[in-house]
């Protein structure tokens, strides 16, 4: 393993996202505990000239920061949505690898730690990573050092962005980014350091965003999401399309050497921006950036080009 990143050598080290959020809103909590953000709290990740690039954009946070509170009472209480998601669609939700329990047993043990042993789940007969699932609104994935680099070894995925756990665990970092144009040769590298240079006290965290045809947390598929596309008409477009911004963290297993990658889902219908004029104009110079950029990169591997009529019909009704 390398020599550990300081908080301030991976800023050094990698383009930092801009701060757009205020920390009143990054709470740590008992589920029952926590106070609702209003609509729109969460941080706008397409407010930013770059909004339209790959880039890793990890930014170090501190403890207090490491999981966010839900804005919105609607998704509920995490644990029995998350028992529901599992019992429907159990091989989408949820994989482990032979030798993941140790990792699994260290985030629970530390999640149990920064929580608070009264908070921890009592479903002794599920996986441990599971069981640590059930207390935040993150889904949570271990990442371990296999024969072929950093692997997915063990993941619980209830709001999953077109991906599963039936298809991504026991995946490498390679594997898992293969759809994304230039992961392999620009990315991978500088990604696969930090993983092994991670200091155990650090926490970082990353932010990304799309526009999808759908307000459901659990997309584990484009393909009825994209069919949906078509059937959306202009008119419609503000309540039929949202936003759907995503907040990763990644933190050191100091125990058993691994990692474990966190990954919370906000979403909302883009005709929410209205109440939100800077915010809307954010929005609409993103999207511009995004169609407008020679590379492509992000605009293909989002999917994005086909809704471009929706969200210009969308961006073009007047505000009131």
Known sequence: MGRPFSKLQIVAEIW????????????????????????????????????????IGLAPIDEAAWFEGPYSAADGDPAPRKATTYAASPALCW??????????????????????????????????????????????????????????????LCAPSFFSAEEAVGKSLAQLHGPVTGFGDRLLPRVARIFDALATDSIVERRNWSVVASGELFLPSSAPVRAREALIAPQDAGRELHLRMERQTLR?????????????????????????????????????????????TFRDYKGLGPLDGLVQAFLAQPLG
């Open 16 to 55: 930092r996202a801009p701060r757009q959020w205020s920390n009143e809103f990054l709470v740590t909590r008992p589920i029952d505990k926590v106070k609702a953000m209003t609509l729109l709290s969460p941080p706008t990740p397409y407010d930013h000239p770059e909004a339209h690039l790959f880039r």
């Open 95 to 156: 994989g482990e690898t032979e030798g993941s329990l140790a990792g699994q047993a260290e985030v629970l043990e530390m999640m149990e730690r920064h929580f608070g042993k009264a908070a921890a789940p009592r479903d002794f007969t599920a996986p441990p990573l599971r069981r640590a699932a059930s207390l935040v609104d993150d889904d949570l994935c271990l990442m371990e050092r296999r024969e072929d680099g950093w692997t997915l070894t063990a993941a619980s």
């Open 252 to 296: 050191r297993l100091p125990q058993t050497g691994g990692l474990l990658f966190t990954i919370r889902i906000w979403r909302h219908p883009l005709e929410d921006l209205r109440a939100y004029p800077d915010r809307l104009t954010a929005f609409a110079a993103a999207w511009d950036r995004v169609m407008h950029d020679e590379g492509q």
